[in-house]
């Protein structure tokens, strides 16, 4: 299973981007999907996640009601929609999928397939 995620550069704060997560290999409607995110210097964090269905999604408090998750089962691609944008939003945003379960979950170690990062940075 190989994970490709795009669409992140360089945006001012208020900004939106929207992210990429594009599988192959595997199908993403078999997998719960996560994106976690790392900035220098910081341990790997949650960022949101979706359950297989898609219905039910979850985010980290610091990005609730600013970004949001979506899958496309029939492109086998996820997305991460980020708008409102704040400098400490900066990070390098990596996808994720854990494989035999049904709802995502906060602990990066539970997920089993990785992309390679795509570096965001928000200026103020």
């Known amino acids: 299973v190989q994970l490709q995620a795009s669409g992140g550069g360089l945006v001012q704060a208020g900004g939106s981007l929207r992210l990429s997560c594009a599988a192959s290999g595997s199908t993403v409607s078999s997998y719960v999907m996560g994106w976690f995110r790392q900035a220098p210097g910081k341990e790997r964090e949650f960022v949101a996640g979706i359950s297989l269905s898609g219905g039910s999604t979850v985010y980290a408090d610091s990005v609730k009601g600013r970004f949001t998750i979506s899958r496309d089962n029939a492109k086998n691609a996820v997305y991460l929609q980020m708008n409102s944008l704040k400098p400490e939003d900066t990070a390098v945003y990596y996808c994720?999928?854990?494989?035999?379960?049904?709802?995502?979950?906060?602990?990066?170690?539970?997920?089993?397939?990785w992309g390679q990062g795509t570096l965001v940075t928000v200026s103020s």
């Open positions: 994720a999928m854990r494989s035999g379960f049904t709802y995502p979950v906060r602990n990066y170690r539970e997920y089993d397939y």
